[in-house]
T-cell receptor
Framework: EAGVTQFPSHSVIEKGQTVTLRCDPI?????LYWYRRVMGKEIKFLLHFVKESKQDESGMPNNRFLAERTGGTYSTLKVQPAELEDSGVYFC?????????????FGPGTRLTVL | SQQGEEDPQALSIQEGENATMNCSYKTSINNLQWYRQNSGRGLVHLILIRSNEREKHSGRLRVTLDTSKKSSSLLITASRAADTASYFC????????????FGQGTTLQVKP
């Protein structure tokens, strides 16, 4: 079974540009999560999809971030326009159910650098 | 921050020694989980302990949970060089939210 995959693995962009990150969850996992770790800080929750619906987007930092999951399969996270403080590692995770004991399986992350 | 500190932030030991990492949290929890992250890789789930459990074992891992002190510890016994990684605790709240709240992590280096 393939794990969670993320693309690209690294992205370097200029401030003000747009970047789109992609996450492919494990097949059959209805729940998809985005997290990020900015330099030196803890990993923080961004949002949670159940199928194509946003279950919880309380962690989205501002309206420069837009997450979509059309069709309930893969998800994209767009940052437009990117700012310096957006640099960090963006992780995606998926789980079959959203019960509290369900394991979230993480992808390798996308390292975003905004110059 | 909703999560407390992980202690120590960095730990360096020799192969064969035991490594203990601590985690504190601030809110009431349903469970607490430990994850490992090898450099450049994703987080790997290690072990989950429910709020009504005090201790749990999995192979060379031992986790304790003290809900009165809002703290947990992860013990890795007989460490190996391959255990070199960052270790994070993460909590799930009392509601049925999918959100994990992470600590800042402990970076463990095991020298061969």
């Amino acid at each position: 079974e393939a794990g969670v995959t993320q693309f690209p693995s690294h992205s370097v962009i200029e401030k003000g540009q747009t970047v789109t990150l992609r996450c492919d969850p494990i097949s059959g996992h209805d729940n998809l999560y985005w997290y990020r770790r900015v330099m030196g800080k803890e990993i923080k929750f961004l949002l949670h999809f159940v199928k194509e619906s946003k279950q919880d987007e309380s962690g989205m930092p501002n309206n420069r971030f837009l997450a979509e999951r059309t069709g309930g399969t893969y998800s994209t996270l767009k940052v437009q326009p990117a700012e310096l403080e957006d640099s960090g590692v963006y992780f995606c995770a998926s789980s079959k159910r959203q019960f509290s004991t369900d394991t979230q399986y993480f992808g390798p992350g996308t390292r975003l650098t905004v110059l | 921050s909703q999560q407390g500190e992980e202690d120590p932030q960095a730990l360096s030991i020799q192969e064969g020694e035991n490594a203990t990492m601590n985690c504190s949290y601030k809110t009431s929890i349903n469970n607490l989980q430990w994850y490992r992250q090898n450099s450049g890789r994703g987080l790997v789930h290690l072990i989950l302990i429910r709020s009504n459990e005090r201790e749990k074992h999995s192979g060379r891992l031992r986790v304790t949970l003290d809900t009165s002190k809002k703290s947990s510890s992860l013990l890795i016994t007989a460490s190996r060089a391959a255990d070199t990684a960052s270790y994070f605790c993460a909590t799930r709240g009392s509601s049925n939210t999918g959100k994990l709240i992470f600590g800042q992590g402990t970076t463990l280096q095991v020298k061969p």
